[in-house]
């Protein structure tokens, strides 16, 4: 019985990954990642926008025609900060997608490839067995490709499974997700 509950588990764990989408827990992970490892480039990043701010307001204040050797120096540092901020936020971005695809490979291995390692791991194992008689010729089918006759493959039992949890997703969201939004609609 714990591989029927195993299964079930494992497929419910890979349809909450896929409902929630590779991008969102992408976006989750990275975003945990900063805080927990503190990067100095976000906090430079950070400090360096103030400043470009700060020197931008500062520019806007200064008078081109009157104070040119002010204003022009304002502009130099001003266009240097730029494109100090531009390269970070390059660095930043390349490092963040290196990230975002090592997570979205874990994150397909662990929808696809688990499911696959577990159906071609216990193939020849019965989930449960059936009562004799009870599905007539489907019995065969039920324990298709090498499990036992009589019984439920792992296959099976994980689009029986899927299936499952699909259609309660949809009552769910026909239920409650959907009321909701039209109580939102009445009322403006």
């Given at each position: 019985?714990?591989?029927?509950?195993?299964?079930?588990?494992?497929?419910?764990?890979?349809?909450?990954?896929?409902?929630?989408?590779?991008?969102?827990?992408?976006?989750?992970?990275?975003?945990?990642?900063?805080?927990?490892?503190?990067?100095?480039?976000?906090?430079?990043?950070?400090?360096?926008?103030?400043?470009?701010?700060?020197?931008?307001?500062?520019?806007?204040?200064?008078?081109?025609?009157?104070?040119?050797?002010?204003?022009?120096?304002?502009?130099?540092?001003?266009?240097?900060?730029?494109?100090?901020?531009?390269?970070?936020n390059s660095d930043i971005?390349?490092?963040?997608?290196?990230?975002?695809?090592?997570?979205?490979?874990?994150?397909?291995?662990?929808?696809?490839?688990?499911?696959?390692?577990?159906?071609?791991?216990?193939?020849?194992?019965?989930?449960?067995?059936?009562?004799?008689?009870?599905?007539?010729?489907?019995?065969?089918?039920?324990?298709?490709?090498?499990?036992?006759?009589?019984?439920?493959?792992?296959?099976?039992?994980?689009?029986?499974?899927?299936?499952?949890?699909?259609?309660?997703?949809?009552?769910?969201?026909?239920?409650?997700?959907?009321?909701?939004?039209?109580?939102?609609?009445?009322?403006?």
């Open positions: 019985m714990y591989l029927a509950i195993t299964v079930l588990l494992l497929v419910l764990l890979t349809e909450s990954i896929l409902f929630l989408g590779y991008s969102y827990i992408t976006t989750i992970t990275y975003d945990l990642y900063v805080k927990i490892t503190r990067d100095n480039r976000v906090a430079k990043q950070k400090k360096m926008k103030t400043d470009v701010l700060r020197l931008k307001a500062e520019l806007g204040q200064t008078s081109s025609q009157d104070e040119f050797s002010k204003w022009a120096k304002l502009r130099r540092k001003l266009d240097k900060a730029v494109a100090d901020l531009e390269k970070l971005s390349y490092s963040r997608a290196a990230f975002e695809l090592k997570v979205k490979s874990v994150l397909w291995f662990l929808v696809h490839g688990s499911q696959v390692v577990m159906v071609l791991w216990f193939r020849k194992s019965a989930v449960f067995y059936l009562p004799p008689g009870w599905f007539g010729p489907a019995q065969r089918f039920l324990s298709w490709p090498s499990a036992p006759e009589g019984s439920v493959s792992v296959g099976i039992w994980f689009a029986a499974c899927r299936r499952m949890i699909k259609a309660l997703a949809l009552t769910v969201n026909d239920f409650v997700l959907v009321p909701s939004t039209e109580k939102k609609i009445k009322t403006t």
